[in-house]
């Protein structure tokens, strides 16, 4: 089946958190019917036509009373993860949970005392730096280095950081969102190494890894070897890459028996076992994980590879002194304005007032993020170069 990923869906009155101007007024402080959405990490493409078939037959039977994964489930996790990132999960590693920014915070909770250190690498994904603080944890910035647009792990400092016997836990974004690296199986390597010396669990949120640009690989954190196996979490889930996001469902993958019972009990004390997904999501597990899902998804990465290139040659072409680093993995595109606008509150005034964009500012990341924007380009390409387009006008007239 070829997919059509030029379609344009309408999905404004769909409860759309990114499209519904209601919800966009409400979340984002903009207003307006002509504003063009380009934030909230989902997709504006329909899923692949196998989840549609498998929920519709599951809507039809018209019970949905309490649900709980099965061999099939997990049978669907092996042979993707086997087939795609050569590593091998048990079912009893897994935890479902309604979504990995809940995960997190459970697990903060699990595996530290308040006021104990957790290290992020910004700029990232800002419900990392939340969740540590809302459980009154400390966070500890291990930045990233921008190294003329390709952003790289400081191990110098990271080593420093680790020491410290009151840091416990690093949350690692794999493939990075918002800087778009896929991380090379060395650096996770050298990144492991130093944390496994210092007692450091890594939790790497691995949300992102299916979407991976050409030339590019992902190695899940977990296939580097017994002794990172041991000391880390991983979190994943099927929502980015089959725009499942409403479906609230993501696996947390622990093979350590210790530090997954510690966090089990703290899921506990919240629900009445670990969580249950609900019965649309194990029904979506069950189709996207498959062959089907990977014919839909190869088609979804050429076209995604077509819009970051779209992206560089629209920025070359019309937006001087804007640099842009294509991205090795996600849908989210990283663009450089500091030489454009100075005062990054301005710049993102402008995109959100005059050019009605709505999209994330780089300051939400972290402060080395200010003068930056990150633009959602999972969208048909129609709508990108409406996006880019209207950003042109206001600053290149
Ligand atoms: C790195 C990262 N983790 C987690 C999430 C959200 O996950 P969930 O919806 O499962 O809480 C996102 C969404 O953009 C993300 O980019």
Excluded at 173 to 184: A, T
Aim: glycine share 6%; with cysteine; net charge negative.
């Amino acid at each position: 089946m070829k997919y059509n990923f030029d379609e344009v869906i309408d999905r404004r009155g769909t409860n759309a958190l990114k499209w519904d101007p209601e919800l966009i007024e409400k979340l984002m402080g903009a207003k307006g019917e002509d504003l063009l959405p380009m934030w909230v990490a989902d997709m504006d493409f329909r899923c692949p036509q196998v989840v549609i078939d498998s929920l519709k037959k599951r809507a039809e039977h018209g019970i949905f009373g309490y649900s709980m994964p099965l061999d099939e489930y997990y049978s669907a996790m092996n042979y993707w993860y086997k087939k795609r990132y050569n590593w091998e999960i048990k079912s009893e590693w897994v935890i479902n949970s309604p979504g990995i920014v809940p995960a997190l915070n459970f697990i903060i909770r699990a595996l530290t005392e308040p006021r104990d250190k957790v290290i992020i690498q910004q700029p990232v994904y800002y419900p990392f730096k939340s969740s540590i603080e809302n459980n009154d944890r400390v966070v500890i910035n291990n930045a990233l280095i921008n190294k003329e647009g390709k952003y790289v792990i400081d191990f110098e400092d990271l080593e420093n950081k680790a020491k410290d016997s009151q840091c416990k836990l690093l949350i690692l974004c794999s493939p990075h969102n918002p800087v778009g690296r896929v991380w090379e199986k060395e650096e996770l390597q050298k990144l492991g190494e130093i944390c496994n010396r210092y007692n450091v669990i890594v939790v790497a949120d691995e949300i992102h890894s299916d979407l991976i640009l050409s030339g590019n690989k992902h190695t899940t954190y977990g296939s580097l070897g017994k002794e990172f196996e041991n000391n880390c979490v991983i979190c994943t889930a099927p929502s980015k890459t089959f725009n499942l996001a409403a479906l609230q469902i993501s696996n947390i993958i622990i093979p350590n028996e210790e530090i997954r019972e510690k966090i089990e009990k703290e899921f506990m004390k919240s629900f009445m076992m670990t969580p249950l997904p609900n019965i649309f999501a194990i029904d979506a597990i069950h189709s996207v994980y498959s062959p089907e899902g990977e014919e839909w998804l190869e088609q979804l990465l050429t076209y995604l590879d077509g819009n970051a290139d779209f992206i560089g040659d629209f920025v070359k072409e019309h937006m001087p002194n804007v640099r842009y680093t294509k991205p090795e993995g996600t849908y989210l595109a990283w663009l450089d304005f500091r030489e454009v606008e100075s005062d990054y509150k301005e710049l993102e005034r402008k995109i959100s007032e005059e050019a009605k964009v709505v999209l994330d500012g780089g300051s939400m990341f972290g402060t080395k993020g200010r003068g930056f924007i990150r633009i959602n380009y999972a969208c048909p390409r129609s709508i990108l170069e409406e996006g880019l387009t209207r950003i042109k006008k206001v600053f290149f007239k």
